[in-house]
């Protein structure tokens, strides 16, 4: 059975939430998998046996978290030896081509500072959660949900990760990382 690391930071839970979903997503493909929080400063002994790696992370003010930034950086070599890809986590990945346009160079800016390559990237859209914020990031995000056309009530949180394509994004990396570890 082949092993996948998932390794995520989270800032309010979203993407914890998306990290234990391809968790489950690769276990029902026949994956064991090992959900590791970047905060907790897993390690190298978090891609140990492991034949295959996910990264998650969310954007804020066009940069991931730091503990995911760390791991990556002192983990480039052993991850760009295995078969990696990252979820990228941003409302960005809902939005106009420019903010995916965006997205996606915070993403290969993250890369580029870290050393890693992963083989796919999959950019995810987060949620909304105004129950977690202070009041300046609940005013923040309300102003930048308004610009964006969005009607938000700050009493509640939503949700934007499109589930069905997060699962075709793992049957496609599964199957990708299945056959190079047979190749």
Request: negative net charge.
């Amino acid at each position: 059975m082949p092993v996948i690391a998932i390794i995520y930071a989270t800032t309010e839970g979203q993407t914890r939430k998306i990290a234990e979903a391809v968790a489950n997503r690769f276990g029902a493909l026949g994956w064991s998998a090992k959900l590791f929080d970047a905060a907790d400063k897993p390690g190298a002994d978090a891609l140990k046996g492991a034949d295959a790696a996910i990264l998650a992370g969310s954007l804020h003010v066009h940069n991931y978290q730091t503990a995911l930034f760390h791991f990556a950086k002192k983990n480039a070599g052993a991850l760009n030896a295995m078969p990696t890809a990252f979820c990228a986590v941003s409302l960005s990945a809902m939005g106009d081509p420019d903010e995916k346009d965006g997205a996606a160079e915070c993403a290969e800016k993250f890369f580029d500072k870290t050393g890693w390559r992963p083989a796919m990237t999959e950019h995810v859209a987060g949620a909304l959660r105004f129950t977690r914020y202070d009041f300046f990031k609940t005013w923040i995000m309300k102003r930048i949900a308004r610009d964006h056309g969005m009607n938000v009530n700050t009493s509640e949180d939503t949700e934007y990760t499109d589930w069905e394509a997060l699962d075709a994004f793992c049957d496609v990396f599964a199957e990708r990382a299945a056959a190079a570890l047979q190749g």
